[in-house]
């Protein structure tokens, strides 16, 4: 997708609403802005586009409703807020769709739930049927049972793996800046807009700086979450929800905000599930003719590539691959546990038997369960 008119034709959208946005400066959700977004999603959705909402503002609804002044740190505070905010979050949206006729369904993820192969594909149909019906789903991070192992960590991650579970072609960040500036205009008053790069350019994260106030990532999470989304084909448009009309706008091909363009062509879906995963158990280490087989031939990780085993994983488990240097080349499910990948390492595959006593695999990771960082 590369310009802006074919940008407001795609079919499948998904929006994602910031707590910036959301939330009146404290004094809970911003009512008039909600039935605002919520107005122009349902004319977009009656010209034919498919709208999943991915909104924050759980926590800082949660914090007005119970008024307390300043976000808690402990997290067992934070995720009974949650529960209290969530509540209002999903009254707001489910009262304003139904004055335009449009059903909304509450979607709460943690990340094992699309960590798991298989709680990824019912998500998948589950989503994929709601949009069929012509639901509205209106998803946020499951704060109220999310620790720090299983937590997204910012909705913005969040709405990128939503896009690639249902392979939106268009990713909309609404936040509270105009877009993504050359640095934090907070900061620097004088920064330029960026209107257009593509997604993954290692450049913009040295523009992106954190948070403002309420939210949790600030820029950073959101140019990362542009190349996660690319890797199913979506584009990503950051802009400001504050402008009128905003969705209209860019459904109408108007230069609002900054466009972050998927250029690659789309992994195949097992490898966007596969690259989606926010943990590692483990890591390995190639040497430099392995990490050039990886990258330019498609071909499986074999052990005698492999110079160093860290950490411990099982048979199965999803292991990151590195370089000489420490830096990701890959991730894969391994097929071996760390025992056996640090006795097999350096050698040739028809070893593996005598050295373990049996050869489960001639490959330490099959080209089918690799994809490439
Ligand atoms: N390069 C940048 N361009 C624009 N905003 C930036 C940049 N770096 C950091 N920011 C900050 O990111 C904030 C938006 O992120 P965040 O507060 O997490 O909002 P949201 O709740 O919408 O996710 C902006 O208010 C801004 O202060
Ligand atoms: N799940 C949290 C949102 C956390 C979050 O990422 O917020 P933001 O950075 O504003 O999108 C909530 O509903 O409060």
Redesign the pocket.
Known sequence: MTSRSELGKSRRWVI?I???L?TDEGRGLAHGAIGAWVEQMARLRAAGHEILLV???????GMHRLHWVTRPHALHELQAA?AV??MG?VQAYESRFSEHGYHTAQILLTHDDLSDRVRYLNARSTLRTLLRMGVIPVV??N?TVATDEIRF????T?AALVANLVEAELLVILTDQQGLYESDPRRNPDARLVPEAEAADPALELMAGG?GS?????ML?KVRAAARAARSGASTLIVSGREPDVLGKVAAGESLGTLLRAVKAPLAARKQWLAGQLTVRGRLVLDAGAVSVLRNSGRSLLPVGVTGVEGEFERGELVSCLDQDGSEVARGLVNYNAGEAARIIGQPSDRIESLLGYVDEPELIHRDNLVLV
């Open positions: 994602k910031g707590s910036a959301l909104s924050s503002g759980a926590v800082a609804e949650a905010g969530q979050l946020n991070e704060d960590g910012d909705n913005d969040l948070s309420l939210g949790r990532g600030g999470t």
